[in-house]
């Protein structure tokens, strides 16, 4: 058997199992649960250096494996091939030659596809948050979270079905369009709940329900009453976002306009 970090795609609890491949089916044994998915819903990922290797489950689930070499050996002894993908990386001309095309896509995305991104943003949202991708994703539309989230928003799967996209077998978070407008679609919903952008980019980040509870148990109506307790990585995230937008825009969360009509 193989340990892994599984994550559910609901919330950014991570779980430790083992990892089993039987009777055609992933298995995944954690303390006070058991999972069995069809490997025909599996898909294993592509290695990559210097990381984990991702496994995506059809239901949003996802595992990370420290141990290349380990699950290399389980995949074989379940006769589990290779893609033509992984094989391709393989060869150090093609490793090579994708480097320098991802290279030349980012220096494109960044260029070129911040003004489109932001004419999709701007149905919804002011089109200053488009800034919000440099914070979550670096600009990197294929950018994924130990939690699960993926795209240049870093959607989670739940809110990109929620929202339309698909995630399986091909992952629409990933396309930065599809990405952009749900990412529009849900921060204008929050900001339409909470009346406050950092309230809302706070809500985008650790969900609307702990915002929501938080609010309540401490009879507060803005960010700075409930900043503290809010996870770690909330608490940088608006300060952050807040950051970016001043020295890229020069404005301030509360001088951003909702567009008209």
């Known amino acids: 058997m193989l340990v892994a970090f599984y994550y559910d795609g609901k919330n950014a609890q991570r779980y430790t199992v083992d990892l089993e491949i039987a009777d ?15 490997l025909s819903d599996v898909d294993f990922g592509e290695p990559l250096t ?37 094989r391709l990386q393989k060869s150090w001309r093609w490793a090579l030659g994708s480097f320098v095309l991802v290279l030349a ?32 994703s670096s600009f990197d539309p294929r950018a994924h979270s130990p939690a699960g989230a993926a795209g240049l928003f870093q959607l989670m799967p739940a809110t990109a079905k929620r ?5 399986w077998p091909l992952d629409h978070r990933l396309r930065p369009e599809d990405s952009a407008r749900a990412a529009a679609k849900y921060l204008a919903y929050l900001h339409t709940h909470f009346k406050d952008w950092r309230l809302a980019l706070a ?59």
């Open 24 to 38: 055609g089916r992933l298995q995944l044994r954690g303390a006070h649960f058991a999972l069995q998915v069809k």
């Open 163 to 167: 929202y339309g996209l698909r995630t």
């Open 105 to 136: 896509a980012s220096a494109g995305a960044y260029l070129w596809g911040l003004p489109e991104i932001a004419r999709l943003l701007a149905q919804k949202i002011p089109p200053e948050l488009v800034w919000v991708a440099e914070v979550e």
């Open 203 to 261: 809500a985008y980040n650790a969900g609307e329900g702990t915002v929501d509870k938080l609010l309540q148990r401490q009879k507060a109506r803005t960010f700075d009453a409930i900043a503290t307790r809010l996870p770690a990585e909330t608490q940088m995230f608006v300060p952050r976002v807040e950051a970016t937008l001043a020295r890229r825009e020069g404005l301030k969360l509360s001088q951003l306009r909702l567009p008209s009509g």
């Open 50 to 86: 210097g990381a984990p290797r991702c496994i995506e489950l059809a239901d949003g689930g996802r595992c990370e494996v420290a141990d290349e070499a380990g699950l290399a050996r389980l995949l074989a002894a379940a006769g589990v091939s290779d893609s033509a993908i992984v």
